[in-house]
């Protein structure tokens, strides 16, 4: 019921792919459309670049602007960012939460972001910001640790996979035979069913599919807590 908009990276098959209200795509014109109206704001920090030898707005800080511009202009009353790499130093990060959400943290962008685990939650938590509710589904004790420190350090609640949530995952049955997807069960916290959050139906096959649904509809909880009306059937 609400005007959505969802900022993903990078694209599969085009670059509007990226830009998202209410699922659907940007289309090509409104894309270009987009670009020229920040191309004086990019020309200009290009010439301020290169009066101080340093680096002008990247690809990424390009397509997030147009992404914000795109979600102002047509009046997106939430937005879903996805972080591009990392968080802290991220552009997406420039951004006012409702919510915080880190799904789970691996080996990915080692040069950028460390070769530790640690080392990765620790930029990852970087989007985290005061006050702001945090829903996590790292399990590892080693991030786990470091994305509790820091929400404790800036007085955010945390809310943690097999902590204060948690899920049932039922893999497709018969797949040869009939179009059966996968199924999760939401509890709230861990063991305790949720009405209406039950037999959820996952298109996307594996347990780690179902990981990141209970997250995401952890997080949708919280934003029901700030005064957002979502229905279980939503």
């Known amino acids: ?3 959505t908009g969802l900022y ?3 694209h599969l098959e085009r670059m509007e792919e990226r830009i998202r209200l209410d699922g ?3 289309t090509q014109s409104e894309f270009a459309a987009l670009l020229e109206q920040l191309r004086p704001a990019i020309e200009q920090l290009d010439v301020q670049a290169a ?3 340093t680096f002008g707005p990247t690809f990424f800080e390009i397509v997030t602007a147009m992404a914000m511009r795109y979600f102002v202009d ?7 960012l996805e972080v591009g790499l990392g968080g802290r130093l991220d552009a997406t990060n420039v951004c006012r939460p409702a919510a915080c959400v880190i799904t789970s943290i691996s080996f990915d962008h080692t040069q950028q972001l460390g070769n530790t685990l640690a080392a990765i939650a620790g930029e990852k938590a970087g989007i985290i910001k005061p006050g702001v509710p ?4 790292v399990t590892e004790d080693e991030p786990r640790a470091v ?4 929400c404790q350090s800036v007085g955010c609640r945390l809310l943690e996979l097999g902590v204060d949530f948690d899920f049932l995952y039922r893999p497709a049955r018969h797949m040869q035979r009939a179009d059966q997807p996968a199924q999760f069960d939401f509890f709230l916290p861990p063991g305790v069913a949720v009405a209406g959050l039950q037999g ?3 298109p996307l096959l594996g347990s780690h599919q179902a990981a990141n649904a209970a997250v995401a509809v952890a997080a949708v909880l919280q934003l029901a807590q700030q005064g957002w009306q979502v229905s279980p059937e939503a």
């Not at 945090?134 to 589904?137: E, F, L, T």
């Not at 994305?147 to 820091?150: G, H, K």
């Open 1 to 3: 019921g609400y005007r």
């Open 134 to 137: 945090v829903v996590s589904g």
């Open 200 to 202: 959820l139906s996952l």
């Open 51 to 53: 009066a101080e030898n």
């Open 74 to 80: 047509r009046q997106a009353q939430i937005a879903v």
């Open 8 to 10: 993903t990276s990078p």
């Open 147 to 150: 994305i509790r420190r820091t």
């Open 24 to 26: 659907r795509c940007c």
